[in-house]
């Protein structure tokens, strides 16, 4: 049974920083490519960004580019996305999500999915 359990979600002002994490148990880490998505009251679920296995591939959604960063610590089995010049309109719950394959970036593709955690950017 494979768990993932995602962390470091808040409220910051328009501007500032956050850090999410996404710890796993149940199952090889590595072998997994990654992805955040996120899901604003009223909205869809988004595709943020993903990464592969050994995180020598990340591609990001385009609204996001330049200021988050995806990455991942194989030896903590953990994903991370840094978040900086935060804006309001980056105000969701934000999933982890997991697949044993290649990096992807339809959900339907990704196989486990964390509980999600709330990130608030005031303006």
């Known amino acids: 049974q494979v768990q993932l359990v995602e962390s470091g979600g808040g409220l910051v002002q328009a501007g500032g920083s956050l850090r999410l994490a996404c710890a796993t148990s149940g199952g090889t880490f590595s072998t997994y490519a990654m992805g955040w998505f996120r899901q604003a009251p009223g909205k869809e679920r988004e595709f943020v960004a993903t990464?592969?296995?050994?995180?020598?591939?990340?591609y990001y959604t385009d609204s996001v580019k330049g200021r988050f960063t995806i990455s991942r610590d194989n030896a903590k089995n953990t994903v991370y996305l840094q978040m900086n010049s935060l804006k309001p309109e980056d105000t969701a719950v934000y999933y982890c999500?997991?697949?044993?394959?290649?990096?992807?970036?339809?959900?339907?593709?990704?196989?486990?999915w964390g509980q999600g955690t709330q990130v608030t950017v005031s303006s």
């Open positions: 990464i592969s296995k050994f995180g020598r591939t990340t």
């Open positions: 999500a997991a697949r044993p394959f290649t990096i992807a970036t339809n959900s339907h593709e990704f196989n486990y």
